[in-house]
């Protein structure tokens, strides 16, 4: 009897030590770079010079900073249609893979393969291929007879929000795919089958089957490529660099340029930290509606 009751207490308590040393990873190791950077964006320090305490002036300064405006517009405008585009592909391209197809292991390599590729071979090729001179998607769409001109995906900014836009749906279109694949393999299939003999059509199932089982990993999922798109570097410097005319600057890349070579530390940490309340914004909204789902069912 002592034996089980030591054996229950064990097992109920596994969960609460896992999360016990997650708490103390995230406080010492996340917590603690997270207040020393907060620290630094209050001070006035530059590269190579000691700072002074100065509050929330460089925030403050950020706010009346033209440059600043327009990367935060544009972060949240690449997040925005990222996402967006990166669910509607992802459903469509989860819905087609859970058909039992011919070579559906090869279909699923195959699609799944932006996600796996190193962003830097990946982010170059596409550079490549969206060149001003010798690209081939000038080349493709003039041969199509779609444009009668060489268009300056890189160089124009207009074009240039589109193509680094285009260049991570791509590359997210994977993730979202398989995450919400797996969640449609796990919808018993005697729902559908019930449907079936309900008369329900397509959209029936889709609607009020498929919708419902797949909300909570549609959800999380967005969540963390949202996160992990305001957040982006290596797709836009690698691309644009932030331009042309700072047309792509993101805070990343804003605040890399700003700390690094324009010298001012303590205002591109500030850059970087403005990004944090709207990130928690929409962790506790998205994570509500999750918690939400989860008490419903």
Not at 51 to 80: D, E, P, R, V, W
Not at 105 to 112: D, E, G, K, W
């Amino acid at each position: 009897m002592k034996k089980d009751s030591f054996l229950n207490f064990k097992l109920d308590s596994f969960p609460l030590i896992i999360l016990l040393f997650t708490a103390i990873y995230l406080l010492f190791f996340q917590g603690s770079s997270t207040l020393w950077s907060l620290g630094i964006s209050m001070t006035n320090r530059n590269i190579g010079t000691e700072g002074h305490f100065t509050g929330f002036s460089n925030y403050i300064t950020l706010l009346h900073n033209s440059l600043y405006l327009k990367a935060m517009f544009f972060t949240f405008i690449y997040a925005l249609f990222t996402l967006l585009f990166k669910l509607v592909l992802g459903f469509v391209m989860a819905l087609t893979l859970n058909k039992p197809l011919k070579f559906r292991s090869l279909l699923r390599a195959v699609l799944f393969l932006p996600w796996a590729l190193p962003t830097l071979s990946s982010v170059l090729s596409w550079r490549w291929m969206l060149g001003d001179v010798g690209g081939i998607v000038n080349y493709a769409l003039m041969k199509c007879h779609m444009i009668q001109s060489q268009i300056g995906w890189l160089s124009d900014p207009f074009f240039a929000q589109v193509s680094v836009i285009a260049v991570n749906v791509w590359r997210g279109i994977p993730f979202f795919g398989i995450s919400i694949l797996a969640s449609l393999q796990a919808i018993p299939s005697e729902l559908y089958e019930v449907a079936d003999m309900e008369g329900g059509n397509v959209f029936h199932k889709f609607f009020y089957i498929t919708i419902p089982y797949t909300t909570k990993t549609t959800l999380l999922v967005s969540l963390i490529s949202t996160i992990w798109t305001l957040g982006d570097f290596s797709l836009i410097w690698l691309m644009t660099r932030g331009g042309p005319a700072n047309a792509t600057h993101v805070f990343s890349t804003f605040s890399y340029i700003t700390a690094f070579q324009n010298l001012q530390l303590s205002r591109g940490v500030a850059i970087s930290m403005s990004i944090i309340p709207f990130s928690v914004i929409l962790l506790v909204v998205v994570m509500k509606q999750i918690f939400r789902k989860e008490a419903s069912i």
